[in-house]
């Protein structure tokens, strides 16, 4: 419920998957401020093309565009970041070239 407090009013909103109780508060929230929603699953999804020990290739399609990305770091939840790290970028409208989106997410690292 304090998450969603920064939400404001006629804000782009995207939205991971969420547990249903946490969903409804979200939604109910960008109702009440009339936010334009995103979430991923419904208005943008991702569908794993390829994967192996050096990364997964995962297409994500967004309201307005389609992108292939390799992901270094692999699992579903890793594809669903991707998906959300995409709309977010897309809704904030800066003009990022899809180059550097690609570019940017393929050259992801997680050491450990």
């Not at 998957?17 to 936010?35: D, I, M, S, T, Y």
């Amino acid at each position: 419920k304090e998450k969603a407090g920064i939400i404001k009013n006629q804000a782009k909103v995207v939205l991971a998957p969420q547990e249903p109780e946490a969903l409804e508060v979200v939604l109910g929230k960008c109702r009440e401020q009339n936010a334009r929603i995103w979430q991923v699953g419904r208005d943008v999804t991702w569908r794993l093309k390829h994967f192996d020990l050096n990364g997964q290739k995962v297409l994500v399609k967004t309201p307005n565009a389609s992108c292939e990305l390799r992901l270094p770091l692999l699992g579903t939840h890793q594809c669903e970041n991707a998906a959300a790290a995409l709309a977010a970028i897309e809704a904030l409208d800066k003009g990022i070239s899809s180059d550097a989106i690609t570019r940017g997410i393929s050259n992801v690292e997680w050491p450990a």
